[in-house]
């Protein structure tokens, strides 16, 4: 008998599912967006907040940020970026939690948090806002406890 016949400690585990998926060919495209603005630094998720009131492209969003970062030359500056965004913030987040129906699912999933987090926007007037800023108050609202934290460090 060899290694490879041995009952590992996977086949007398719970049931969990370990396989790993590839995201719905039917996903809305925006949910992509939200996997990869969750990836961003707190510093960067709230100056794309900001800057989202100037453009309203999400990708266009992080790649200036992420450029301001890296400190190319700009006619921004990402603490003017973080104070806009800080604003708009703190004007928007008593709105999103009054409508939020309860606790976010306990997962580790990007995809599922964000398929929480995104119903939420669509019930909360958040003044005018496209698709990029919606994206970006839908990742401030998972992140929250961050975003809440970077506000109170930036005068909010």
Known sequence: MSDFDTVSD????????????????????DTETGVMLLGLDGERLVAGLGLATLTD???LLALTIDSLRH???????????????????LDVRPALAAADPGPAPVTASPRQLWGHATPLLARVDVGAAGPATR????????????VD????RHGG
Request: aromatic share 12%; proline share 9%; net charge negative.
């Open 10 to 29: 996977f086949d007398t585990a719970p049931d969990f599912d370990t396989v790993f998926g590839l995201p719905a060919v039917d996903d809305p495209a």
């Open 57 to 59: 492209d999400a990708a």
């Open 71 to 89: 400190a190319a030359p700009h006619p921004f500056t990402l603490d003017g970026l973080l104070a806009a965004g800080v604003r708009r913030w």
């Open 135 to 146: 994206a970006y108050l839908a990742a401030c609202w998972i992140r929250r406890d961050d």
């Open 149 to 152: 934290r970077l506000a109170a």
